[in-house]
C-alpha cells in the first residue's frame, strides 16, 4: 500500500514558525505533524510513501531520509510558489503502482479512520463528515456512493461535507493530468471530473473520528489539546475522583513542562525511581516531611512517563517492562524506609511486622494482578463474555496515587504510621479482591472445581 503526501507549502498562516522549515514539520510537544501522520500511516499498512516536497523541501529530506520505521520514502519536488493541490499531486504519477492513500502533509488522521477507508471499495473512497468548517461538501446516497460534490457557497442539496483524506485507484492521477490540462488545480474538480466519467467514488464516515487539519494557529493550538487530552485519556478512560482533584492538576501541567524537553520516558522512570530511593532513605533517617514531599513528586512524575511516551511515540517492550518494575520498588522503598524510620522513634518491634505485612501484599497484589489481567484477556477472547466486577471499583482504595498522598499527609501531621498501616490495608485489599476475581474467573473457564 502507497501513500501520497502533499508537503510542498510555505504555510503562511503559521509564520514564524514556518521561517526555517515547512509547515509539516512543526513540532507538536516535540513531533513533526507529518510524523504523525506517519506513524498513523504505517499502522494501517503503508508500506511506501511517496511525499511531494517544495518549500524548505530539504528540511524534510534531512529528517526522515529515504527509510522510516520500515516504510521507503520516495521525494518529489515541485514549485510549491504555484498554487493549487493537483499540481502537486500530479508528481506521484511516475511512482504511484496501486491503490494509495491520498493526503496533505498538514493532516493527521487516526489509524482507525484509514483502516476504514481501506476497507471500502470503490475507484474512489473519500472522507466525509459533518463539519460547519468544511468548504467542500457532497451529495452522499445511503449506499455511500458520492453523487454529487462542489463546494459549499455554490451546491445545494449537500447532505455531507468532505474532509482532506481519500483512498485512490491509479485512475484518480489520471483526472488529476485532466483537469490540469484543462486549467483545474483543486481536488473537487478530479472527483467530479471521476463522477462524470461513472468511477465508483465512495465513501467512508469519519463524523466520529479524529481528523486534524491543521492551517493556521487556531487549528495548532486545537491539535495540542486534541493530542494532549487523547494521550491521557487512552492510558486512563475512567479516572477516579482522587486522579481528577489530585492527580491531574499536577501531572498534567508536569508533562506538558517535561514534553518541552528532550527527556526520554525511560529517563522519567528511572528519575522518579531515584526520588523514591531517596524518600526512602529520608523515612529511615526519620526525616518524614522531606521524605513525604519527594515521595509525592515522585507520584506525580511517575504518571507523566507513559503520557510522554504516546505523546513523542516512545512505547517500547523496556520501556513498559522498567516502568512495571519500577512500580514495586518505589512502593517497597517508601515501605522499608517507613518501617525504619518509624521503629528508630518509638522502637517497637511490632513496626517491623506491620512493614512485612505491607511488603508481602505489595508483591502479592502484584503477582495476582498480573494473573488477573492475563485472566481478563483469555476471558474476553472466549466464546463467554466476561461482565466484569463491581468489586473493581473498592480496589481504587488501593491507588498508589492515594497511598503516597496519605503517607504525605500522615508525615506532615506527625504520624507517619498511618501511611504505613493505610498501604499495608490498601495492599490486602488489592490482593484479596483480585484473588477472589480470579477465583471467579477460573471458575467460568472451567479451570478449577471450586
Known amino acids: 500500500m502507497d501513500a501520497l503526501i502533499l508537503a510542498a507549502g510555505d504555510g503562511t498562516r503559521l509564520f514564524p514558525l514556518t521561517k526555517d522549515k515547512p509547515k509539516v514539520m512543526i513540532k507538536i510537544y516535540g513531533v513533526p505533524i507529518l510524523e504523525r501522520s506517519l506513524h498513523a500511516l504505517k499502522n494501517a499498512g503503508v508500506k511506501r510513501v511517496i511525499i511531494v516536497i517544495g518549500y524548505k523541501g530539504e528540511v524534510i529530506e534531512k529528517y526522515f531520509g529515504n527509510k522510516w520505521r520500515g516504510m521507503e520514502i520516495i521525494y518529489k519536488k515541485t514549485d510549491w510558489y504555484e498554487g493549487g493541490i493537483l499540481k502537486s499531486a500530479i508528481k ?35 472522507g466525509v463528515r459533518n463539519s460547519k468548517e468544511d468548504s467542500v461538501v457532497a451529495e452522499v446516497l445511503k449506499s455511500g456512493i458520492v453523487k454529487n460534490i462542489g463546494m459549499r457557497k455554490n451546491m445545494e442539496g449537500f447532505n455531507a461535507t468532505v474532509a482532506g483524506i481519500s483512498v485512490n485507484e491509479p ?35 469519519i463524523s466520529n473520528d479524529t481528523l486534524l487539519e491543521i492551517d493556521g494557529p487556531d487549528d495548532l493550538k486545537k491539535a495540542k489539546k486534541v493530542i494532549f487530552k487523547k494521550a491521557v485519556r487512552t492510558r486512563i478512560k475512567n479516572p477516579g475522583l482522587f486522579k481528577k482533584l489530585f492527580n491531574f492538576p499536577i501531572s498534567k501541567p508536569l508533562t506538558k513542562l517535561v514534553a518541552k524537553t528532550n527527556l526520554t520516558p525511560n529517563q522519567i522512570t528511572f528519575t522518579f525511581l531515584l526520588l523514591f530511593i531517596i524518600a526512602g532513605i529520608l ?23 507513559g503520557k510522554i511516551s504516546r505523546l513523542k511515540f516512545k512505547s517500547s517492550y523496556f520501556g513498559k517492562f522498567s516502568d512495571s518494575m519500577s512500580d514495586r520498588l518505589c512502593e517497597l522503598s517508601v515501605v522499608i524506609g517507613l518501617t525504619f524510620g ?8 511490632l513496626i517491623f511486622l506491620l512493614g512485612l505485612l505491607s511488603t ?26 466476561w461482565k466484569g466486577s463491581k468489586s473493581s471499583k473498592i480496589v481504587e482504595l488501593a491507588n498508589r496515587d492515594l497511598n503516597f498522598f496519605i503517607v ?28 477472589f476475581q480470579e477465583i471467579k474467573i477460573l471458575k467460568l473457564m472451567g479451570k478449577t472445581e471450586l
Open 342 to 349: 518509624i521503629y528508630f522513634s518509638i522502637h517497637n518491634h
Open 360 to 385: 508481602f501484599f505489595i508483591l502479592g497484589r502484584y503477582y495476582v494482578q498480573g494473573l488477573y489481567y492475563e485472566y481478563m484477556n483469555e476471558r474476553i477472547h472466549s466464546s463467554k463474555k
Open 171 to 205: 485512475v484518480f492521477i489520471d483526472a488529476v493530468e485532466d483537469c490540469i490540462k484543462n486549467n483545474k488545480f483543486d481536488r473537487p474538480d478530479a472527483i467530479t471530473l471521476m463522477i462524470q466519467k461513472g468511477y465508483k467514488v465512495n465513501s467512508f464516515n
Open 92 to 126: 506521484g504519477k511516475d511512482v504511484i503502482k496501486g491503490r494509495f492513500i491520498f493526503l496533505c502533509g498538514d493532516t493527521i488522521p487516526e489509524e482507525k479512520s484509514l483502516k476504514s477507508a481501506l476497507e471500502k471499495k470503490g475507484d474512489m473512497v473519500i
Open 408 to 435: 504525605l499527609i500522615s508525615c506532615l501531621v506527625g504520624y507517619p504510621i498511618i501511611g504505613l498501616s493505610y498501604m499495608a490495608f490498601s495492599a490486602a485489599l488489592a490482593f484479596s479482591i483480585r484473588t
Open 283 to 305: 523515612f529511615s533517617l526519620r526525616h518524614f516531611i522531606l521524605g513525604g514531599i519527594l515521595c509525592y513528586f515522585g507520584a506525580m512524575l511517575d504518571a507523566v512517563d
